[in-house]
Structures are given as C-alpha cells and as structure tokens.
C-alpha cells in the first residue's frame, strides 16, 4: 500500500521511470557543449534537436517554432515581455482576464508599474469560461497583445482559443496563451488554434522540473530576452539544460502515444468522484463549466467551509490536495479565480482542488470521499454552520 494517496496533479507531476532513465543516461554521456564545433559535440546537438521536435509533435508544431525555457513562469514572461516590445509601434494595450496564472497576472502588473503596458483585465462569467464577445468589447485601436490561458489551473475550464485568435487576428493583435494545464493532457494544435504564442511546462506532464518551452509561430521575429551567447537562435541565451529537454522531449512523446487513452480514464474518475462527493455531501457545489472542462478536474465548494479546514484534515490521512492554487505561507489565499467568476471572499475561501491522472483509481476516490465528508460533518456540527 502506498502511503499517501496524491489528488495534486495540476500542482506538478512525477517524472515518468522512461523520463528519469533517458535523463541519466543524457547526463552522464551528452555532457559537451552543443555550440562546440568538434565532432564528438555532434550527439549533443543532436539530442537537443531530437527533444525539440519531440516536443513540437505533442502540439502539432514545427520544431523551429519551440523555444525551451526554464518552466511555464519563463515562457509565459518572455511572451508577454517580448510581444509587447514586438507590437511597441502600434501601442502598449494588453487584453487578459483576472483568472490567469499568476506568471501572467504579476507579469502584466511589472508592465503596468514600469509604464510599459495599459492592461485590461476581464472578470470571467460564474462558469468560469471567458466568452470571446468580451475579448472584443476591450480591442482598442492600441491593442497589441491578448493573454488568454487554454486551460485553468484551479477550476479546469477550457478557454474558447480558436474564437479569441479570429478577433486577434482581424484586428491585427498577437494572440499568446498560458497552456500549461492543458499540453500533455488534452489535444492541444497550434494551427487550429492559431495561437501565436504558446506556453507550457514540462513537469505538469511527467516530464522534469525546471523545464517548459514557447512556442513562437512562424515568421514572427520576437525580441531575445535572455541576452547573451546564440543559444535557442539568440532568443535565449545560456548553455542547454540537456538532460532537461531531453527529459520534456520523451514525456511529450509519452503525453502524444497515450492521450486519448489517459484522458478517457482520467474524465471516468473526474465524474466518479464529482459524482460520489455531491452524493454523500450535502451542499456541495461544483465550481466551473462541467462541459468545457480538464478531465482530471475536480472543484468543489463545501458550503460554509473553509477550505483550509478540509486540506488539513485531509493531510492528517495523508491526502493530497490544494485550495485553489497559491498559497501564502502555507495558508490558502481566498481563490483569486474564483473572485474573478463572481464569488464573494468567503466562498472564494471554500473551493477545494482535487487534481486527478490517469494513475489514480476508485478506491483512492473512495477513500478521500469519505474523509471529506467526514471533516464536512465534524466541521458543521462544531455549529460553525
Ligand atoms: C504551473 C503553471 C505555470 C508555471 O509553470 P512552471 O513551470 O511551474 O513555472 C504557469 N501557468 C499555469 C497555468 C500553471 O499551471
């Protein structure tokens, strides 16, 4: 018997066994620098190139258009950083929503304060899916840059894209997207969506820590952020972080041969569990879309309680599970998503994230079903409610 049962899955992942070994066996043997001219440097060149178009197959990509990056934090940085830089003669106006990572909300705040940017950003409707009528209700004539997520990291809504690049589009606006939650675990194509920028992060899909790209579309020349050697075609310098990429490049290969397969279980568990939790507890409200929705997302509001008081005595059976996402020392902050759907503080407070793979099974649902409940019933009969 395991001896935690682990319900965190969109906080990060463990690194699938095919990771680890190809990662060792990347950092004992490629350990040259893939800019030297020798010969014997040529494998290690080769293993950066392998990852990359490893890693664009996973979102229909060309492998010229992948950028790595140190994680999702980085790549949603640069998009924002250099798109703004990018479209400086237009005008400084970015169009984004309050329920963004805070990678893209702190980003767009740095710009704001440094006089860079004018930011707008949007409250999203009670089920948390942005419409894209208010994405063009806030285009001015200045509009460089709309910063969308595909997926939500808290509630698990996915965002309308494809419909937010057709306004982008039409008024000549760059269209970058925070798709962290949703690469590796839904089909995620950048020509479909034509996004023209796009973020993820290895370690949300099985891959390593410390590792993400951006996906920068074709023809479109953006600024160097980091500044130095020609690395990453001198838009981010700074020698490989080889056994890194090598790492994301076989989790998006894993992520690309089993998707279908791993979503279909992981949405049977997702309505098993939000199913069982409504079942056995009264007042217990689902937040977000059902339909547009991750299929490992699970989002409830137990009605009255905190969420805090639920995680603890979930952690006293070993269960893992978060409050939303950020925490500040080591106390959930009422959920700024949440806030952003239209719930007062004191709900914003109650919403608790249940986070599913693939790897989980019924049993474990059944297990933390029944300790939530319990802590529900303790909780409300303290006459607290
Ligand atoms: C985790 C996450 C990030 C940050 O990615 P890191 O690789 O941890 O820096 C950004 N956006 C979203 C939506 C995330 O879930």
């Known amino acids: 018997m395991q001896e935690y049962i682990y319900m965190d899955y969109a906080a990060t ?35 950066v190139e392998k990852a990359r178009g490893q890693t664009a197959d996973l979102i229909h990509a060309a492998s ?36 963004e990572h805070p990678a893209v909300l702190r980003t767009c705040e740095y710009l704001e304060r440094t006089g860079r940017a004018e930011v707008t950003y949007l409250d999203v409707p ?6 894209p009528e208010q994405i063009a209700q806030a285009v001015r004539p200045d509009t460089v840059l709309i910063s969308v997520m595909l997926a939500n990291n808290e509630v698990g809504t996915i965002q309308p894209i494809r419909e937010i690049s057709e306004i982008a589009r039409a008024n000549g606006i760059l269209l970058h997207t925070d798709a962290v939650q949703a690469v590796g675990h839904i089909p995620v194509d950048v020509k479909e969506l034509q996004a023209d920028l796009l973020s993820a992060s290895g370690h949300k899909f099985y891959g390593p820590k410390g590792t993400g ?9 953006l600024p160097p952020l980091i500044h130095g050697g020609r690395q990453e075609k001198g838009r981010r310098a700074g ?21 279908d397969q791993h979503m279909k279980q992981e949405r049977k568990l997702r309505d098993y569990m939000t199913g069982k939790m409504q079942a056995e507890i009264p007042h217990c409200i689902v937040n977000g879309s059902m339909e547009k929705r991750l299929p490992g997302n699970v989002n409830l509001s137990f009605e009255g309680v905190p969420a805090e008081y639920i995680l603890v005595a979930l952690d006293m059976h070993n269960i893992c599970a978060s409050a939303g996402s950020a925490c500040s020392a080591g106390l959930p902050d009422p959920s700024h998503v949440l806030r952003a759907m239209g719930r007062s503080n004191e709900e914003a407070y109650q919403a608790v994230r249940f986070s599913l793979s693939y ?4 049993e474990e649902i059944d297990t933390v079903v029944s300790c939530t409940a319990e802590a529900v019933r303790r909780y409300r009969a303290g006459g607290r409610k």
Do not use: C
Not at 15 to 34: D, F, H, S
Not at 241 to 257: F, V, Y
């Open 13 to 47: 992942t463990p690194a699938a066994p095919e990771v680890l070994r190809g990662m060792t066996a990347a950092a004992e043997v490629m350990w040259m620098n893939p800019s030297a001219v020798y010969r014997h440097a040529e494998p290690v060149r080769a293993a």
């Open 64 to 99: 010229t258009e992948i950028f790595f990056t140190s994680g999702g934090t980085e790549a949603d940085n640069q998009a924002l950083t250099a798109a703004l830089e990018y479209g400086g003669r237009k005008g400084k106006h970015i169009i984004t929503t309050k329920m």
């Open 126 to 131: 009670s089920d948390g899916v942005v419409r």
């Open 213 to 221: 790209f951006l996906y920068v579309r074709k023809g479109l020349r």
């Open 239 to 259: 020698t490989e972080n080889i056994p890194g990429m090598t790492g994301m490049g076989i989790a998006a290969e894993l992520a690309a041969g089993s998707l």
């Open 359 to 362: 790897r989980n099974t019924e």
